[in-house]
């Protein structure tokens, strides 16, 4: 069983910056993709940031810039640095990993980001 646990969530004014990190642990085999989701209220889950199999990034445009993802495959964690941040970048944020022999996405329980106009 695969399990992704985020943190680093919070309260930061507009302008501001905050580094999430996400630890994976279990039997985690044949990584596609490792990224990032929101879900701000009442919207949908939005991706935000990829790193595919083979180390190349993605960003949804809205982030572009702004924000920086990063892996570490030997300690299983990857990161969301989080820089100018907005009031529309308020949302819970996911880490998700999608792997597997048979591909499975694997979602973590989610961290608080508000961000304060």
């Known amino acids: 069983q695969v399990q992704l646990v985020e943190s680093g969530g919070g309260l930061v004014q507009a302008g501001g910056s905050l580094r999430l990190p996400c630890a994976a642990s279990?039997?985690?085999?044949?990584?596609?993709?490792t990224g990032w989701a929101r879900q701000a209220p009442g919207k949908a889950r939005e991706w935000v940031a990829v790193?595919?199999?083979?180390?190349?990034?993605d960003y949804h445009n809205s982030v572009k810039g702004r924000f920086t993802i990063s892996r570490d495959t030997a300690k299983n964690t990857v990161h969301l640095q989080m820089n100018s941040l907005k009031p529309e970048d308020t949302a819970v944020y996911y880490c998700?990993?999608?792997?597997?022999?048979?591909?499975?996405?694997?979602w973590g329980q989610g961290t608080q980001v508000t961000v304060s106009s």
């Open positions: 279990g039997s985690i085999v044949s990584i596609k993709a």
């Open positions: 790193v595919v199999d083979g180390g190349n990034i």
């Open positions: 998700y990993i999608l792997a597997g022999l048979i591909p499975q996405q694997y």
